[in-house]
């Protein structure tokens, strides 16, 4: 049996969306979203925002459910799932990542950040901190029943 850093919660629909006007992602840009779960938030920086897109999960249902819904929206072309270990990934082309992890991986994942983002890269973080780094912005948003943090980082 596989084990998991993080358990599969997905982005609220109002967050993914409020993730990546923060980030100001433009069209064209490079959108990586490190353990994209069911790929909501690469196939809304697609639809909604013109990117071009990157997935990574390491759960194969996942990966397929993705692939299934990137085949539905006609976006085989802008959106890439990665069946795959996001510590393994180069990261190094991406304009914006998008993290809904713990804090403990965002720590354990911060060199790699640190070594393989150009400056100026957007880092955008659902509810758990860099530990070190200084965010640029915090926003708080309430949805339903819980209100979600939101930290915008640039490197």
Do not use: C
Not at 13 to 39: F, H, N, T, W
Not at 41 to 66: H, K, N, P, Q
């Amino acid at each position: 049996m596989t084990t998991y850093l993080v358990p599969f919660v997905p982005t609220p629909e109002i967050v993914a969306r409020y993730m990546l006007k923060l980030a100001e992602v433009k069209p064209g840009e490079l959108v990586y979203d490190l353990g994209s779960g069911d790929g909501q938030i690469v196939i809304m920086a697609a639809r909604e925002f013109g990117a071009r897109a990157i997935g990574v999960e390491i759960r194969r249902d996942l990966v397929e459910e993705s692939l299934r819904k990137i085949k539905e929206y006609g976006l085989e072309d802008r959106v890439t799932i990665i069946h795959g270990d996001f510590f393994k990934v180069d990261i190094s082309d991406a304009d914006v990542v998008t993290l809904y992890l713990l804090t403990s991986v965002n720590e354990r994942l911060r060199p790699k950040l640190e070594k393989e983002l150009r400056p100026g890269t957007r880092v955008v973080s659902h509810d758990f901190e860099i530990p070190g780094w200084k965010p640029i912005k915090v926003v708080e948003i309430n949805e339903e029943w819980r209100s979600h943090k939101i930290y915008l980082y640039r490197r």
